[in-house]
């Protein structure tokens, strides 16, 4: 049959480019940082194979206590990211007009273009001793001498919410934009009040957004780099700085991609856990948007 | 309305609402508006109003247009992100087609596999790529001492670099658009007598080029403003916001640094309300 | 183009013949040994319920999907093997599949296009039918500009600028509101007449098929139930399923108690007793079971003891009490509950007088064997 063959021959073809990005760019890379990250270093050009890399790193409590730090602080930003972003979310998508909804919008994504660069350094300006916000207090007399809000576990959170938050409200903005408003009319004619609609009917509705955002925001969070150097200065200790520390500094490129790795499933564990806990998959959210 | 709560509840609301987008602005502001203090450095108090941070020629106040390292930076970005562009756009059409109208086993799983990359932590990306590229390299040479220069760092890791999640993001959005075609269009045209490349060519296409227009905007953008990825592949040429980070680390925040972040935001801006344009859904029926 | 070959020497006066078409998906038999033929220049409908196959077989004519076996034939030659895009059968999608990044003109001309005609040629072939269609001046609109039924209109236009042997429409009406719909029925039969082309018309709404059509076929399950006029579709259906399909009707199902010649006497499950004609395949034997078949229109509903006319002894009769009328201006109808406690229905004539029926009233149903259609189960 010809037609059996043009369609054999066009998903050939249509595969390939997919199966080559995908391959040689991601499974590929990952499956050989798995292998540098178990082998040892026993002399010059000599390794062994072996798990001291990642039995280094849970010697060393500094290590440890860095990705645990990391992993606490991304789900203190996603669960802020969510708690700030909702409300605006539910807003832009339920509330506002037909025409303030899409400037709205708008205005949602404009940020989300900007270099990560430019806003750590917009925040630097307006937070270190001598920025806006402190020039300011002064100019205006609350405070007598220079303050810096800089290089503080506060400002790195800050920065990080403001980094990751656009993308908790992009997707639960489209998925509320999908709910008829009649379903919350109904609730309400049903004798629901405010705090069980939105308990029973919105949240439930909104579910695969808010797992979806949550997913992206922790992920971007955890593997964020620049935010946290930028405001937390030298001792915000992140995580990724300590790989690029590992690959850059010291030139140890098997504890670095062992890091690396611990990185990765750390996050996929506590990704996969989320999933199980509120009953989605992946499929159900995050390749949805 | 989809809730009518009451009033004070409204203003308050409002004011939640008005605050966030306050935040959300702070720091563009704080990042643009120093680019025209007439001052050596970004901070109040303002000085008076001037251009010379972009167009001034001489030191100290060296514009940018004028600051070769930061020009060059605009270069090799531009280039990166133009050939980030083309390539995920072009991967990512072929991925809609391959996963709206292919039929093929364990398409989930590979569905998956295709939006994996962009929950990947973008330093671990770089990093697993500068591995293997490095592996591969040092293996080359040792073996057969071919010397492949274009694994070591540089522009060609980088394109690849970013390419590999940006990819993701292409592919979504051209696949969005593609799910919404009827394909009794397609039958239609192929009814009335067309090739099989005639209609592609002058149905399919043309119905997709708006979505392939948006994706690339979107993927100039996102390699242009990329930095984790970046860091880790970047060899001699810095693109543009490598060398920002640079003289940010080096030289401490300088003025100019707000001019060229005021030239990014603005340009950002623009090619995202024309990507948005282009891609509104022209009313249909 | 299709080959002239000793095809040619069969000339034939149908447009289109399906021979034996089979399409079988996996186990199931979508299409199940169709056969058919459509003289030149008439009006066929394919009209059966949705799922019946008739889809899938008019997607076999148009080329997009081939048949398990069975042959197609355009104009006397077969066009199994030709590619859709080589087959001189235009189709008009349900949904019409207009282009919308095209305006009306590039639409109508797209096929001219295909086929490499020249510019000036397009240009008088495209103003020549959309004079034709009466939308002379819409050649620069978008098509997001037109209403329904120019859509309409247009994407008959741009597959009869073709000069195609078939048109094939598929339930095209179906997105239209009700007024509309009506309008355009009327509209296409009169298209079909100026054209002058073969139209193929796939619906499962019955009252499209019945009111533009020369000939309807009834499909079910895959295979043709019954061909015929619409006329003939109605008052002699040569099955069960058509007599229910086509039209509205009373239905009971019930075993024979009695054959005389072409007449049987029929129980039914809920008591009742009536006299009827055989109709379709098979002759029903005693205790055989039967569905019998009446029109609304043909029973006559009076007021008990109203009229001093006696009934035709001959006539089947039934007694019972009015539940509801159904007031429709000349369709008016009445919903009688008889003795068994089942609702027949019959048309009635309410002029607004007081001798009208209404709820309750006591009623004497009646109509003739004749129309009473028995089909052996």
């Keep these: 049959m010809m037609q059996k063959d043009i369609k054999r021959l066009s998903l050939i073809l249509l595969f390939a480019p997919f199966a080559l990005w995908i391959f040689l760019l991601i499974v590929l890379p990952h499956l050989g940082m798995f292998y540098i990250s178990v082998r040892e270093k026993v002399g010059p050009r000599m390794y062994e194979f072996g798990l001291g890399n990642y039995i280094n790193f849970f010697a060393e409590p500094i290590y440890w206590n860095t990705l645990i730090r990391t992993g606490s602080m991304s789900l203190l930003v996603t669960a802020l990211a969510l708690l700030l972003g909702f409300p605006i979310a539910y807003y832009i998508a339920k509330i506002a007009g037909n025409r303030t909804r899409g400037a709205l919008f708008l205005m949602c994504l404009i940020p989300l273009w900007v270099s990560d660069l430019i806003r750590a350094f917009g925040w630097i300006l307006l937070l270190r001793e001598t920025g806006i916000i402190s020039s300011s207090l002064q100019w205006a007399g609350v405070i007598n001498t220079p303050i810096e809000f800089l290089y503080n576990d506060a400002a790195v959170i800050m920065g990080l919410v403001y980094t990751v938050i656009l993308f908790m409200i992009v997707p639960l903005v489209s998925t509320l934009d999908g709910m008829d408003n009649s379903m919350i009319e109904a609730g309400y004619n049903l004798g629901g009040n405010g705090p069980t609609v939105l308990r029973r009917i919105i949240i439930p509705y909104a579910m695969p957004g808010i797992v979806s955002g949550c997913i992206v925001v922790f992920m971007l969070t955890a593997g964020s780099y620049l935010t946290p150097i930028l405001l937390g200065g030298k001792n915000s200790s992140w995580f990724t700085e300590q790989i690029y520390d590992q690959f850059i500094t010291r030139y140890n490129w098997e504890s670095g991609a062992a890091f690396g790795f611990l990185l990765l499933a750390f996050t996929s564990l506590v990704v996969w856990g989320g999933l199980k806990l509120s009953g989605q998959t992946l499929n159900s959210t995050v390749a949805k948007s | 309305m989809a809730i009518k709560p009451n009033t004070a509840f409204l203003t308050s609301y409002r004011i939640y609402v008005a605050a966030f987008f306050v935040f959300l602005a702070a720091p563009l502001v704080a990042a643009g508006m120093f680019a025209f203090n007439d001052s050596l450095f970004p901070s109040l108090p303002w000085q008076g109003f001037t251009l010379d941070w972009f167009f001034n020629d001489t030191e100290p106040k060296l514009g940018m247009f004028h600051d070769r390292r930061l020009l060059r930076g605009l270069y090799y970005s531009f280039v990166i992100a133009s050939f980030v562009s083309l390539l995920s756009v072009f991967v990512g059409t072929c991925n809609a087609f391959l996963f709206v109208r292919c039929r093929f086993p364990a398409k989930d799983f590979f569905y998956i596999m295709m939006v994996l990359p962009l929950v990947i932590p973008g330093v671990i990306l770089g990093i697993s790529i500068l591995l293997l590229a490095s592996n591969i390299a040092n293996g080359a040479e040792e073996a057969l001492s071919l010397d492949l220069d274009f694994l070591r760092p540089g522009l060609i890791l980088v394109v690849l670099g970013q390419f590999s999640f940006i990819t993701t993001i292409t592919s979504l959005v051209i696949i969005a658009r593609l799910k919404k075609f009827d394909e009794s269009m397609e039958e239609a045209a192929f009814n009335l007598g067309a090739s099989r490349v005639r209609v592609l060519r002058t149905i399919t296409l043309p119905f997709l080029f708006p979505a392939m227009a948006a994706a690339g905007i979107v993927a100039f953008l996102v390699s242009f403003e990329n930095f984790n990825t970046t860091l880790f592949l970047v060899g001699s040429e810095a693109p543009l916001t490598i060398t920002m980070y640079d003289r940010m680390v080096k030289v401490g925040s300088t003025p100019v640094l707000n001019a060229v972040s005021f030239f990014l935001m603005v340009g950002s801006a623009l090619l995202a309300l024309i990507s948005i344009l282009v891609n509104r859904d022209k009313p249909q029926t | ?377």
Aim: with cysteine; proline share 5%; hydrophobic share 40%.
């Design chain 3, 1 to 377: 183009m299709q080959s002239m070959t000793e095809n040619d020497l069969a000339t034939t006066d149908n447009d289109l013949e399906c021979v034996q078409v089979r399409k079988h998906f996996g186990s199931v038999r979508a299409v199940d040994d169709v056969s058919f033929e459509i003289p030149k220049g008439s009006f066929f409908s394919i009209l059966g319920p949705s799922g019946c196959g008739k889809t899938t077989l008019m997607r076999m004519i148009a080329g997009f999907e081939s048949p398990t076996s069975g042959d197609i034939r355009i104009k006397g030659n077969s066009v199994i093997g030709t590619p859709p895009n080589k087959r001189n059968v235009k189709m008009v999608f349900q949904h019409l599949a207009l282009f919308p990044m095209m305006n009306v003109y590039e639409n109508i001309a797209y096929g001219l296009r295909c086929a490499g005609v020249s510019k000036e040629v397009i240009r008088t072939k495209v103003h020549d039918v959309l004079e034709r269609i009466s939308l002379p001046d819409v050649a620069n609109r978008e098509i997001s500009q037109l209403s329904g039924g120019q859509k309409q209109r247009i994407a008959i236009a741009r597959c009869m600028v073709l000069d195609p042997d078939v048109l094939l429409l598929d339930e095209p009406l179906g997105a239209l509101d009700l007024k509309l719909r009506e309008a355009m029925k009327i509209e296409l039969k009169l298209l079909q007449h100026q054209f002058d082309t073969t139209f193929v018309y796939i619906t499962h709404d019955q009252s499209e098929a019945l009111v533009m059509s020369d000939n309807v076929a009834i499909m079910n399950q895959g295979k043709f139930v019954q061909i015929g006029t619409p006329q003939e579709l109605y008052h002699n259906p040569s099955a069960a399923f058509v007599a229910g399909f086509v039209g509205d009707t009373n239905r009971w199902a019930g075993k024979v108690t009695r054959v005389e010649n072409g007449a049987v006497e029929v129980a039914t499950e809920a008591g009742l007793t009536m006299r009827g004609s055989v109709r379709g395949t098979g002759t029903p034997a005693v205790g055989d079971t039967v569905s019998a078949f009446v029109r609304p229109e043909f029973i006559s509903a009076e007021k008990t003891g109203a009229s001093d006319k006696p009934v035709d002894p001959a006539h089947n009769v039934i007694n019972g009490k009015v539940d509801s009328i159904l007031f429709n201006g000349a369709n008016s109808r009445v919903l009688v509950r008889d003795g068994a406690g089942e609702l027949i229905e019959a048309d009635v004539v309410l002029t607004g007088s007081t001798q009208d029926l209404k709820p309750k009233d006591n009623v004497t149903l009646s109509w003739s064997p004749e129309q009473t259609m028995c089909f052996k189960a």
